[in-house]
T-cell receptor, first 116, second 118 residues
Framework: DTGVSQDPRHKITKRGQNVTFRCDPI?????LYWYRQTLGQGPEFLTY????????KSRLLSDRFSAERPKGSFSTLEIQRTEQGDSAMYLCASSSQFGALNTEAFFGQGTRLTVV | AQTVTQSQPEMSVQEAETVTLSCTYD???????LFWYKQPPSRQMILVIR????KQQNATENRFSVNFQKAAKSFSLKISDSQLGDAAMYFCAYRRGWGQGGSEKLVFGKGTKLTVNP
């Protein structure tokens, strides 16, 4: 396992278009997180999955954003009707918590979204 | 809500010297963890060091050590014998303790850009 993988690495889209990003976590990790990072800022939490269940969403996640994690494996983050303010780096992280066996979050390299 | 503040947007250090990055945080929780993450220009966030709030002893990882002042809610990172590869954005982060419920998401500061001069 080579770590958390995100695809694509870069995406340029026109305002109003829909985009979808994919995250493949470390295979044995049951928790998956999405964060958004704008220029000059630290990452901000968007949403969290434990296995296939989406358990928490930030109020930053507007109605135009939706995330899924079917079968508790990979996850997708879709943004509908993109706006220029959506331009950011979207980071995925995974971790595990099984009883006493816990790991900290491992991050992917991110997807850089530019809305023009 | 928990907040993390990094008051130094940029820092620089000479190669082989020591540098300290500052971080303060605010929380009403008693069980939590604090982290320093490194984000090199390639953008993948890497965990540098972790501190459990219940531990009085400061964490160390090779050239990296922290000064954890729980009462002052301060958590600084010291990098000794700085190397060119240490150049990166450094983020201080907070997470609630395991088993408290919720996502245990990370709350990040805005980061400090560290430049290492040869």
């Amino acid at each position: 396992d080579t770590g958390v993988s995100q695809d694509p690495r870069h995406k340029i889209t026109k305002r109003g278009q829909n985009v979808t990003f994919r995250c493949d976590p470390i295979s044995e990790h049951n928790r998956l997180y999405w964060y958004r990072q704008t220029l000059g800022q630290g990452p901000e939490f968007l949403t969290y999955f434990q296995n296939e269940a989406q358990l928490e969403k930030s109020r930053l996640l507007s109605d135009r954003f939706s995330a899924e994690r079917p079968k508790g494996s990979f996850s997708t983050l879709e943004i509908q009707r993109t706006e220029q303010g959506d331009s950011a780096m979207y980071l995925c992280a995974s971790s595990s918590q099984f009883g006493a066996l816990n790991t900290e979050a491992f991050f992917g390299q991110g997807t850089r979204l530019t809305v023009v | 809500a928990q907040t993390v503040t990094q008051s130094q947007p940029e820092m620089s250090v000479q190669e082989a010297e020591t540098v300290t990055l500052s971080c303060t945080y605010d929380t009403s929780e008693s069980d939590y963890y604090l982290f320093w993450y490194k984000q090199p220009p390639s953008r993948q966030m890497i965990l540098v060091i972790r501190q459990e709030a219940y531990k009085q002893q400061n964490a160390t990882e090779n050239r990296f050590s922290v000064n954890f002042q729980k009462a002052a809610k301060s958590f600084s990172l010291k990098i000794s014998d700085s190397q060119l590869g240490d150049a990166a954005m450094y983020f201080c982060a907070y997470r609630r303790g395991w088993g408290q419920g919720g996502s245990e998401k990370l709350v990040f500061g805005k980061g400090t850009k560290l430049t290492v001069n040869p």
